[in-house]
């Protein structure tokens, strides 16, 4: 026999609710999806959301849950409205670091064109390189340092 029973079970996940507005679980059926979703979830990785429940099977937590009021249940409506939620939520997230990413594009380009117009060498053929390139290879050194080298 179940612990909590069914009736009890709906009870509680009924408490929530306003008097007119429709229940949320309206049959044995529909609790026992719902401990079974939930129980899925557990055996998925979810970390359960009562204490004691180690040695438990994740159907007994998922009922236990249930019964102490730490899952609350929505209607179809709802579940709709917080999918479709999420997914704009998840596009605008997207969307964020796409500009994110082009904004550091652009901001290392322009650091990278400001520092060639600054007067920084740009990279040039070692000997090596050149030699190998088939280029002869001649140093050119500063005027200052070959007049330097005749002094001596």
Do not use: H
């Not at 290392?108 to 280029?135: F, N, R």
């Amino acid at each position: 026999m179940l612990r909590p029973s069914y009736s009890d079970l709906i009870e509680v996940v009924n408490s929530d609710i306003e008097p007119g507005e429709q229940p949320v679980v309206q049959s044995r059926y529909s609790i026992v999806i719902a401990a079974s979703k939930r129980a899925r979830q557990l055996i998925d990785g979810a970390e359960p959301l009562v204490g004691g429940s180690y040695r438990k099977k994740p159907l007994s937590v998922s009922v236990d849950e249930l019964y102490k009021g730490k899952v609350k249940l929505i209607g179809e409506e709802e579940a709709e409205a917080l999918e479709r939620q999420r997914a704009l939520a998840e596009e605008e997230a997207a969307r964020a670091r796409a500009e994110e990413e082009e904004r550091a594009r652009a901001e290392e380009e322009e650091a990278q064109a400001e520092g060639l117009e600054a007067g920084e060498p740009e990279l040039s053929l070692s000997e090596a390189e050149m030699t190998e390139a088939g280029e002869p290879y001649e140093a050119e050194l500063p005027e200052e340092e070959t007049e330097a080298q005749g002094e001596f």
